[in-house]
């Protein structure tokens, strides 16, 4: 069974300095990895996809997230950060041929001024 | 396109009594999930659909039921409510994925319920 690990709780960036969310996934099989973004008391965003090709994904909002076979990551990475991408952060992993996902437990980001 | 939409979007529960979260979708996708999210938790598969009267459990099925009698909806069913089913639950839908392949799940609003 595949799992998903995001090994930060919570991670305070100063506004317009660079963030990186880290997620670890196991699956014994090409993974299809997801980031999703939820604000507070909202439904959950697409930031973007892996399915495969171009291990460099760019996503919706200035997010690119990188996918890394031989560390089984797909960090998520914003140059800069605004103070409306204060928000929680979920990464998730599907199996092939499948149409549920596995989350991650998710990472809360706060920007401080 | 409405999407994914559900209903209700609150709803309080006395422990013991049952109701159920509707989910619709007008995207004609085959495949149907519920989740339920918990704080600290991230998101847990309850059951999934992956057409019409065709369903199975996911990670978290205990107290819950489900059925898909047409495409477009998905409803859950809780017959006993407990205070351990607090939780804020999301429908998700998707396209069948191709052989070996996967696709993005879109998902509903969500309802959040309160069980006392």
């Known amino acids: 069974a595949q799992s998903v690990t995001q090994p930060d709780i919570h991670i305070t960036v100063s506004e317009g300095a660079s963030l990186e969310l880290r997620c670890n996934y196991s699956?014994?099989?090409?993974?299809?990895l997801f980031w999703y973004v939820q604000s507070p008391g909202q439904g959950l965003q697409l930031l973007l996809k892996?399915?495969?090709?171009?291990?460099l994904v760019q996503g919706i909002k200035g997010f690119e997230a990188e996918f890394k076979r031989s560390q089984s990551s797909f960090n998520l990475r914003k140059p800069s950060v605004h103070w409306s991408d204060a928000a929680e952060y979920f990464c998730?992993?599907?199996?092939?041929?499948?149409?549920?996902?596995?989350f991650g437990k998710g990472t809360m980001l706060l920007v401080s001024p | 396109n409405a999407g994914v939409t559900q209903t209700p979007k609150f709803q309080v529960l006395k422990t013991g009594q049952s109701m159920t979260l509707q989910c619709a979708q007008d995207?004609?996708?085959?495949?149907m999930s519920w989740y339920r999210q918990d704080p600290g938790m991230g998101l847990r598969l309850i059951h999934y659909?992956?057409?019409?009267?065709?369903?199975d459990q996911g990670e978290v099925p205990n107290g819950y039921n489900v059925s898909r009698s047409t495409t477009e909806d998905f409803p859950l069913r809780l017959l006993s409510a407990a205070p351990s089913q607090t939780s804020v639950y999301f429908c998700a839908s998707t396209k069948r994925p191709g052989l070996g392949g996967s696709e993005t799940q879109y998902f509903g609003p969500g309802t959040r319920l309160l069980v006392l």
């Open positions: 659909s992956v057409g019409a009267g065709i369903t």
């Open positions: 998730a992993v599907g199996a092939g041929g499948y149409s549920t996902l596995t």
């Open positions: 892996y399915f495969s090709g171009d291990t």
């Open positions: 699956y014994g099989a090409t993974p299809y």
């Open positions: 995207m004609n996708h085959e495949y």
